[in-house]
């Protein structure tokens, strides 16, 4: 029975309307998980010589901070691994057992290239230490207790990934506890080195983590089978019902129509609303770079456009699929697509503008970081506002706005392939704040992405009309993209 429903799911990847697409991008993707692989390999064989030339034992040194490795980790997973689906209504009428059904999705799961890649530190690490005399037994054994603690939080992740926001606790718990740890408030690697340490000191302290993660297993098991039914999900949750009228959005005609639409979508759904909160984080991303004397200054342009665009990136990179569940119905209301088109353009403007006013904190370092800000926005407004309207005319993945439980649901409203279409967007204005910097005048290669933006707001119109047409042509392709639901 597992391996038909491998046929079938090979069969549904290979017949979806959108399997170009999907290629290409698994495709991309697979380019970044060598690219990440041969960092956690390189990580793993280098980790116990740096360590050695700093005077730190490495073992120590690694099982010291592993708690936030681990912690990190689940983050990551909850706002970016997605949960395997399997299409399983049609399956529940045919006499196929539920133990089947779940054991194969979960079994999904421990495939996960967020499971497999940590061995490409743990082992390689292993091995140097092997090399260098340490206990073998005990290395295994310890070896068990770290792949045990990874589909730990492969599996916490499942259970928890119906709680909204849930990695934005962890997050603030993770930043709570190394900033506590930096200023020597406290320091919780005290509490848990020697636990990690003795995961190597007394090998039978690693059947722990093994048998916290078999226990965990069966919960997630019993809980996803005692919820696999026909029925399961469809009773509604009853809530106080409000209206909306937006009157005052009235006076721009059909363009306000849009909008209001817009906005009502973005308040009242769980996925829109992520959207929102990933935005906001956007603001932050410039930390990772302004201040930084280590980072190439051709950087700071990437992080001026990121700081400004996380609306862009994050919601404009999935228009129309937002309108999916509705979007057959636009298409017999003989909605004009300028329209249409003119009022996501705005929406992203708009974000856009108020990102780079709350953005405003970055003065701190200086009137020219900020000023990088600012002309990121512009290019953002300017170009890639159009790029990204002009790639949701490809895009014919549909979004689940409704989608709020139920077994095996994805659940994920943050989507890295989107992530991943932005890169192109970048390129462009690396390059001409490149040629600023090979000139030796910054001020230049700001001139020059923020011309690109100005052209670009004052082509509008003929651009439009290039989106404009694209998306008649691949009308009656996406609609029928939209109606599959897997």
């Known amino acids: 029975m597992i391996k038909k ?39 793993g064989v280098g980790a116990f010589y740096v360590l050695k030339k700093m005077n730190l034992e490495p073992l120590q040194t690694v099982n010291r901070f592993l708690i936030y490795y681990f912690i990190f980790d689940l983050i990551v997973r909850l706002m970016v691994q997605s949960i395997p689906v399997l299409n399983i209504k049609p399956l529940l009428v045919l006499p196929i057992k539920k133990p089947t059904i779940v054991h194969f999705s979960l079994g999904k799961t421990v495939l996960s290239f967020f499971n497999w890649v940590h061995a490409l530190f743990f082992i390689p690490f292993s091995v140097v230490l092997l090399i260098e005399g340490y206990d073998v037994v005990s290395i295994l054994f310890w ?32 930043i709570a506890l190394g900033a506590a740890q930096y200023y020597k408030l406290f320091d919780i690697t005290v509490f848990t080195a020697p636990f990690f340490q003795g ?14 993660l078999a226990g965990l297993y069966v919960f997630t098991f019993r809980f996803f089978k005692n919820n696999l039914y026909l029925d399961a999900g469809l009773s509604i949750k009853e809530d ?15 363009l306000g129509t849009f909008l209001k639409n817009d906005i009502k979508l973005i308040k009242r759904n769980k996925r829109s609303k992520t959207t929102i909160f990933m935005s906001f984080l956007f603001l932050f991303y410039g930390l990772i770079f302004f201040g930084n004397t280590h980072q190439p200054p051709i950087m700071y342009i990437f992080a001026g456009i990121f700081v400004s665009g996380g609306f862009l990136f994050v919601f404009g990179q999935f228009v129309p699929s937002w309108d999916s569940s509705y979007y057959q119905l636009m298409m017999t209301q003989n909605i004009p697509y300028r329209g249409y088109i003119t009022s996501k353009w705005w929406l992203i403007v708009i ?57 095996f649901g994805d659940k994920k409203a943050f989507n890295l392939n989107a992530m991943l279409l932005t890169l192109p967007k970048l390129l462009l204005p690396l390059g001409l704040y490149g040629i600023g910097l090979y000139l030796d005048d910054k001020t230049l290669g700001l001139t020059l992405v923020a011309g690109a933006g100005i052209l670009g707001f004052v082509f509008r119109n003929k651009v439009f009309s290039i989106i404009e047409k694209r998306y008649k042509a691949e009308k009656y392709s996406t609609i029928s993209a939209y109606k599959q639901k897997s």
């Open 5 to 43: 429903f491998i046929f079938l799911e090979w069969k549904a990847f290979i017949r979806s309307a959108s399997f170009g697409k999907n290629l290409a991008m698994k495709i991309l993707l697979g380019f970044l998980m060598i690219y990440f692989s041969l960092i956690f390999v390189g990580m």
């Open 240 to 254: 106080i019902a409000s209206t909306e009228n937006l009157t005052w959005l009235n006076q721009f005609g059909t």
């Open 351 to 407: 974000a856009t503008f108020i990102s780079t006013i709350l953005a405003s904190f970055y003065l701190f370092y200086g009137w020219q970081v900020y000023l990088t800000i600012v002309v990121g926005a512009i290019y953002n407004i300017g170009v890639n506002s159009h790029l990204v309207l002009l790639g949701g005319a490809f895009t014919k993945t549909p979004i689940d706005l409704s989608n709020a439980g139920g077994a």
């Open 199 to 212: 995961l190597y000191k007394i090998p039978g302290l690693s059947l722990i983590p093994v048998f916290v």
């Open 143 to 174: 070896n068990l207790a770290m792949i045990s603690l990874v589909y730990i939080n492969n599996f916490l992740n499942i259970i928890l990934n119906n709680i909204d926001k849930l990695f934005v606790v962890f997050l603030a718990f993770a």
